[in-house]
């Protein structure tokens, strides 16, 4: 219906930063708070969509109605995310995954000592990019967190990851990106014009950005 335009739709969205093992008591992580995919979450649902939420952080109520999903590592947000995958129909990755993982974790606590220490990464599995290569009928949201060159890097991503849309941040904006609660986007969509939010609260955006995407998909 009108009134419910993701009716009937499953919606995939993950939120908050990966956090990746260094030992038991340490782990590489960054500044995402999740804000903005827990929006997602709520405007999906909303909108009369079955949302999975796959999260990294407990620091925000998990908004009612929703299947949650916590994870920690880059890891293991990928399996999480294709256990759900086929049965989906929009996936938005509105989390911060970690580009570099520790190539090894430490089963004990590593200790100090009068060296330097090498920590050696490995690169995780970019998930927008898998998601790209082996969607069928999905439609794949991905964002740009970028503090330069927005616009290239942003169309560079939707190419390269064969997304269906791309919203960027510019999160070197004082009320956009990481841990705020208001955010400023540019949506781009293959062979569309650029859509621009101004800035706005979380919850604002996301609606925004699923209305573009229910225009888009024609719902
Ligand atoms: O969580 P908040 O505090 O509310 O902040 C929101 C946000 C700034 C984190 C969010 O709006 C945002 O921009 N999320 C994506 C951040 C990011 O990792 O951007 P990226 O340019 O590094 O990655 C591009 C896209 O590929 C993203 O959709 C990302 O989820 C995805 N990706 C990246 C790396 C990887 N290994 N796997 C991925 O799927």
Redesign the pocket.
């Known amino acids: 219906t009108k009134d419910l335009p993701l009716k009937g739709k499953s919606v995939i969205i993950?939120?908050?930063?990966t956090k990746e093992r260094i030992d038991p008591v340490r782990f590489i992580t960054?500044?995402?708070?999740?804000?903005?995919?827990y929006?997602l979450a709520k405007a999906a649902r909303n909108l009369g969509a079955q949302v999975t939420l796959i999260s990294t952080t407990n620091q925000l109520p998990i908004p009612f109605g929703v299947a949650f999903v916590p994870v920690q590592s880059?890891a293991e947000m990928e399996k999480a995310v294709f256990a759900k995958f086929n049965d989906s129909d929009i996936v938005i990755?509105?989390?911060?995954?970690?580009?570099y993982r520790p190539k090894t974790e430490a089963a004990y606590k590593i200790k100090k000592t009068n060296e330097d220490l090498t920590l050696i990464l490995e690169?995780?599995?970019?998930?927008?990019?898998?998601?790209g290569k082996e969607k069928k009928h999905q439609f794949l949201i991905?964002?740009?967190?970028?503090t330069n060159d927005v616009e290239t890097?942003a169309k560079d991503?939707l190419a390269r990851?064969n997304a269906n849309m791309?919203?960027a941040?510019d999160?070197s904006q004082a009320n956009a990106?990481?841990?705020?609660d208001t955010?400023e986007?540019i949506i781009y969509q293959p062979q569309l014009d650029p859509i621009h939010i101004s800035v706005r609260s979380?919850d604002a955006v996301a609606e925004e950005i699923l209305h573009a995407a229910i225009n888009t998909l024609n719902l």
């Open positions: 993950t939120a908050g930063g960054n500044d995402s708070s999740g804000k903005m995919g929006s880059a990755m509105a989390a911060a995954v970690s580009d690169k995780t599995t970019d998930i927008l990019a898998r998601l991905g964002f740009a967190a970028e890097y991503k990851k791309i919203v941040n999160v990106g990481f841990n705020k955010n986007v979380k």
